[in-house]
Structure formats: structure tokens, C-alpha cells
């Protein structure tokens, strides 16, 4: 899980929402993977505990989306699906240039 943990700071640094965001990793007895609430002065999203590292992310991404588009009352609408097109691209861009990093940094090292 520590690249799930890697990954929020990155992520709360595309985020367009115009209040802090705070994430947590806990078991979720509903049937759903995490939330977006808003609390007073910030948001916090939860993360099912259960779910694996990379299903975890995208559940972020979805998350961070709600409060990117938060509209009292207002779920799935084009705001938020907007909102979720433009972080899934940033942060499939960033993986990209991680692992062109991580390729080049290999062949540097280990072609030499």
C-alpha cells in the first residue's frame, strides 16, 4: 500500500477543489469503495481498507472528482464527470513519464 500513500500528494496537487482535502484508509461496512464528504472547512475522503492498491487510486480519483465538481445534493453529473476525465489524464500522464524515467534511469545505469 505504501504506492497508494505515494500517490496522494501528487493527486491533492491536481485537485481543482477549493477547500483542503483529507484522506483516509478504513474499513467500509456499506457496500460502496470510499467517499467524499464535506466537513467543516475541508473534505475528507475514505477509502474502503479492503480494496487493493491500484483499485484504491482509481476509487481516489473518483473521490477527489466529488470534491473537485461538490454540489450539494448533486452526484454524477457532467461537472463531475469532467472533473474525473481531467484527473484520470493528469495522473495516466504522470505514471507515463514515471516509468519513461524509470526505463531511462535503467538503461543509464545498467547499459553502460
Known sequence: MKN???????IK??????LPIK????????????FCTKKDGYFLIVIDKSLSEEHAIDILLHEIAHADSWSEGINHDLDWAIAYRRLYQLWENYLDQVYYW??????ILFDS
Open 23 to 34: 484522506v483516509r484508509r478504513k474499513y467500509i461496512k456499506e457496500n460502496m469503495n470510499g
Open 4 to 10: 497508494f500513500y505515494k500517490a496522494i500528494p501528487y
Open 13 to 18: 496537487s491536481i485537485s481543482t477543489s477549493k
Open 102 to 107: 524509470w526505463c531511462n534511469s535503467r538503461k
